[in-house]
Nanobody
Framework: VQLQAFGGGLVQAGDSLRLACAASEHKFSTYAMGWFRQAPGKERDGVATISDDGRTDYGDSVKGRFTISRDTAKNTVYLHMNILKPEDTAVYYC?????????????????WGQGTLVTVSS
């Protein structure tokens, strides 16, 4: 499975941004998907996850601001980020797991995209 994330960029605090991750696998609809991020000098953390049937979960720091969604017809998962804060600055990665259930644990994922940088200025 190949994953390609895109949509990162430089934004100001309070702005919105949408990331997208395109998957090459035709079984995409059966996989759970996740977004993770890694800020400079920090470990990679789970941001959001979505199951094959649309159940979602979010990291505490983004609840109420970020929304994960998926379009199975396009083999794409999105991360809608609102009210961005400087502490959201990180490289964002998408990942997929063969198991369809949601998870915010990095070790549960089988395939990873290359990452896209989001920078939020104050």
């Amino acid at each position: 499975v190949q994953l390609q994330a895109f949509g990162g960029g430089l934004v100001q605090a309070g702005d919105s941004l949408r990331l997208a991750c395109a998957a090459s696998e035709h079984k995409f609809s059966t996989y759970a998907m996740g977004w993770f991020r890694q800020a400079p000098g920090k470990e990679r953390d789970g941001v959001a996850t979505i199951s094959d049937d649309g159940r979602t979960d979010y990291g505490d720091s983004v609840k109420g601001r970020f929304t994960i969604s998926r379009d199975t017809a396009k083999n794409t998962v999105y991360l809608h980020m609102n009210i961005l804060k400087p502490e959201d600055t990180a490289v964002y990665y998408c990942a997929s797991r063969v198991w369809p259930m949601i998870s915010l644990r990095e070790r549960d994922y089988d395939y990873w995209g290359q990452g896209t940088l989001v920078t939020v200025s104050s």
